[in-house]
């Protein structure tokens, strides 16, 4: 065996090793299991305009940072597009056992651009082509479906659902828009004839206002002419990070000093009505029975680039909580940290007195 031989598979191993050795220290960094890790992100990012956190404990703001900076919410905003359906339906005006044809939703789906939630929802459906209205709002809440959720914009109205924030007296948010449609802006700009670099320039460029229009013409098409299988998989050109950045700026945004309100007023149960409660309460509310805990209502949201999260307990004891985190401009490593730990951040936040304290005395 030649000596340069020798050296390419020495190289070779070495490179090897170094992959694996990395790896599992990647692991070890992002795995779940510590909610210090989040108290240890919140604190070094006390001063970043791109993370906002809010915490309240029995109706008083405990903990505050950058709360009036706005961030992009991701799926945290199918909060509000939840409560306008319990409100329409509290008022008759639609009918949450109403049948969905699962081919209908289709329509709105563009496969691989969601994590796997929408699939991952059908997967815990017993064989049927139709659901009740009621079951398509909770996979849009529990599994994030933004195919669900794009649906519902159409069922219940945009107007209606951007009516809500006032409605909720929340003061600073951005107005809703078909955020699965906005994928499909690049190939509808390659259309016109545009290179990939153009298309990149000129959706950099395009306004807000601009973009969001775009969005909901493409959303009237689908209803008018659903996309076939191969139309589709068209968007797969587009899936390098630089257009998900653009995506994901541009989705709606809030504060967490809004979102702590709005969930101050859900665990209330006094700003809405009972009747919206009755519809809305199954809906947030979820997750799995928790030992020393009535209820939890939360959701979150995330993309590359943002993970985000708002909250809403009250334990056995009669003590509320509500807690938002928004954080934006993430590295891989952040994000998965944030996401791996921050359910049980949550939980040990109601189970664990101690733990509340530590964390108001550690991020002030």
Known sequence: MSILLITIIAFCGVIGIIIFVSGLKLQEETKGGSPEKVIAFLKGNINSENVSFSLNANNVNVVRVNENKKLPLASTVKIIIAIEYARQAAEGIIDSTELISLDTLDTFYIPKTDGGAHPAWLSKLENTVEIPLEEVVKGMILYSSNANTEFLMHKLGLENINKMIERLEIKNHDVLFPIASALFIPVHLKREGLTKQQVYDQLLNMSLEQYREKANLI????????????????????????????????????????????????????????????????????SPPQEGIQYIGKKGGSTSFVLTMAMYAKDNEGNTTELALFANELTFIQQQKLANNIGEFQLKLLQDKAFKQHVMNEIS
């Open 219 to 286: 959303h009237e098409c689908w209803l008018k002419q659903p996309l076939t299988a191969a139309q589709k998989r068209e968007y797969y050109q587009y899936v390098a990070m630089r257009f998900q950045k653009i995506w994901s700026d541009r989705l709606p945004g809030s504060t967490t000093a809004d979102y702590i309100n709005l969930m101050q007023k859900l665990n209330s149960r006094q700003f809405l009505s009972e009747s919206i409660h009755h519809y809305l309460d199954p809906i947030l509310e979820q």
